[in-house]
């Protein structure tokens, strides 16, 4: 999930950042949904969710500073949410890991996530931490998680449609690839043209991370029904016998009547030259 400063240092920007405030405040605690559901099904412990609660919570974080939720010091603030912004992206493609283990889109989303890291130090570094490197850094981390997460998404729409498992995980796949593609978008409008899409951009971020945010807790809550119901459907079906052969096989003389047991037993008296033997 994104968020970003618009043109937080132009006197307009003000303006922006007061405005849309019902909807800022809604994408701000619906980002909670998917972390409160991830611990509350036991996901914490696996990385890979965890990862995927740090993103919203980055989220949050970068949200509740920006529009003064919580009251810091106006340098530690603009630090923390900036890196909140920045982070969000390398979180969601650990996230991506759990959908594959393709070697070579494990080492793809991998070499990409230290890349990103490597260019966000050498960045900020060199250009300082401001509000234009906060944006192209986030507009960098939107990539690979748009293309990777596509590219998932297809595998496992695939594996749905042909052998009917990874339903669930093409649903919760489609609401990153949703949300990051959208916020792809959004912020290369913002980076060619800040002052024309500075408005419509902030309105949009907060819609779409509510849409996003709500179908990823949807998936996530019936993630492990969805994963029980595949199992079944793999256990194999019990094969069904002609009633013949099952009652050949189910016979005996245990569960033959005491009449015939005598008549099978006794036949050979009307045999002497065998009894003689």
Known sequence: MKHCVLNGNHPKSLVMNQSNSTLQLISALIVLLPVAIIFIKQKGSNRYFLSLAAANMMFFISTSLLNNYVALPEKTSVWISMLANILQAPLTLIFLLYFTENNKITKGIKNSLAAILAISVVAIGITSFNEQTTLNLMTLGTIPVFLFGSVLFIQHVKSSVYHQKGTNKAFILSAIVFAYGSYMLLLTLNVISPEKHSSDIRSLFGLITIISAAFASISIAMFDLNQAEGEVSKEPAPQRKNAAIAQWDDFSLAN??????????????????????
Request: aromatic share 14%; proline share 9%; net charge positive.
């Open 256 to 277: 033959t009547p005491e009449l015939s047991k005598t008549s099978v037993t006794n036949i050979s008296k009307y045999y002497p030259s065998y009894q003689n033997n």
